[in-house]
């Protein structure tokens, strides 16, 4: 434990951007791939996450498997903590592609992420007992980071944030990809698609990430056709959400429940 962080149990509540970030096809890595190869990449892996986590002043909390938790805010106070956690995800992002082009190269397995970030209030401290401490965080908003790093899978994306994160950083280009209620959770949660900072992006994808953006409100708002036409002109008609949401659009203008919704619901 970090001896700066204290010795003493307790925990206070804190404004915080928490991240979780996993390894894609960690499992199926692990039954194909050569052991020796694959603990090579993933201790790259894990390097270089690690080090991009600290150039963007984040603090690591813990490893889980092969999942990487972190979140910014504390111990150090950050008052643009969710501009950091963002900030955070696009440097591991591109520490990532540096050591996927080596890998490809020399022929190793190639490692890709999956990335969830949420930002709110949580409990920041010591955690655990006497014997044995934890400086980490809990709370809903912890929960929540854990089950966007898993909607990537659903999207087919590498990056998903929540609102409360996004809304606090103008320079991230995002794409709305709706409402959506994850496990375990009643109520929805907002979520995006993180792109890029708005200065590195092509106009092409900006006005790509506003179509459909705009499409999804128009979805929402139960303006099937219209939303159908944007989604169609979408440049990338193999994007996983762009082809759920057409699917959705086409259902909904077939037959609309009397009990309909205007948010997705996510077991997984």
């Keep these: 434990m970090n001896g700066t962080m204290g010795s003493t149990l307790g925990m206070k ?4 951007s928490i991240m979780f970030m ?5 499992t199926s890595l692990c039954e194909t791939a050569d052991p020796d190869e694959l603990t090579q990449v993933v201790d790259t892996f894990f390097h270089q996450m690690v080090v991009a986590i600290h150039l963007a002043h984040g603090t690591v909390d813990k490893f889980i498997g092969d999942c990487i938790m972190a979140f910014w805010g504390a111990p150090d106070v950050d008052d643009n903590h969710p501009t950091s956690a963002l900030n955070g995800a696009l ?3 591109r520490h990532l592609q540096v050591e996927q082009t080596i890998w490809k190269k020399e022929g190793l397995p190639v490692l890709d992420s999956r990335t969830g970030i949420m930002s709110g209030v949580a409990r920041v401290g ?3 007992c006497q014997q044995r401490m934890n400086y980490t965080c809990v709370g809903d908003v912890v929960n929540v980071a854990s089950r966007l790093e898993g909607l990537n899978k659903f999207f087919g994306t590498s990056i998903i944030a929540g609102e409360a994160t996004v809304q606090e950083c103008g320079l991230v280009l995002t794409r709305f990809l709706g409402d959506v209620q994850v496990q375990g959770r009643v109520a929805p949660t907002r979520v995006y698609e993180v792109i890029g900072w708005h200065s590195e992006c092509s106009e092409e994808q900006i006005a790509a990430a506003d179509l459909y953006s705009n499409a999804i409100h128009e979805y929402q708002a139960k303006m099937f056709q219209e939303a159908m036409a944007k989604l169609l002109r979408y440049p990338h008609q193999a994007d996983p959400a762009c082809r759920q949401m057409l ?3 086409l259902s909904c203008m077939d037959f609309l429940p009397s009990g309909w919704v205007p948010y997705l619901s996510v077991d997984k």
């Design 13 to 16: 509540p804190t404004p915080l």
């Design 22 to 26: 996993d390894i894609v096809g960690f």
């Design 91 to 93: 440097e591991c992002q």
């Design 126 to 128: 010591n955690f655990g």
């Design 247 to 249: 699917k959705l659009c």
